[in-house]
């Protein structure tokens, strides 16, 4: 079992920058990327990044250039900045761990942080 913990969430103002953290806790041995997803009131689960462990980074187009995505020095744990925050970024972000075992992927998910873009 793995499980994720996000915190960094907040209100901010449109313009503002906020920063994610990821900590993933349990057996990650077989861990094959991590992700931050978003979900808006009414709207569906969206990808906000990815990144595996090769260190390839995928960014949805809404947030490129604005949004960063990165590692920390632990392998369990990830970091989102974001920068330029629109009220189209209100969200609750979830954290998301993907493991493999031979014939199977495993997802886990974070409890989700709330993060308010409002003047």
């Known amino acids: 079992q793995v499980q994720p913990v996000e915190s960094g969430g907040g209100l901010v103002q449109p313009g503002g920058s906020l920063r994610l953290s990821c900590v993933a806790s349990?057996?990650?041995?077989?861990?094959?990327?991590m992700g931050w997803y978003r979900q808006a009131p009414g709207k569906e689960r969206e990808l906000v990044a990815t990144?595996?462990?090769?260190?390839?980074?995928n960014y949805a187009d809404s947030v490129k250039g604005r949004f960063t995505m990165s590692r920390g020095n632990a392998k369990n744990t990830v970091y989102l900045q974001m920068n330029s925050l629109e009220p189209e970024d209100t969200a609750v972000y979830y954290c998301n761990v993907r493991t493999s075992g031979t014939y199977t992927v495993y997802d886990y998910w974070g409890q989700g942080t709330q993060v308010t873009v409002s003047s």
């Open positions: 990144t595996t462990g090769r260190g390839s980074t």
């Open positions: 349990g057996d990650i041995s077989r861990l094959t990327a």
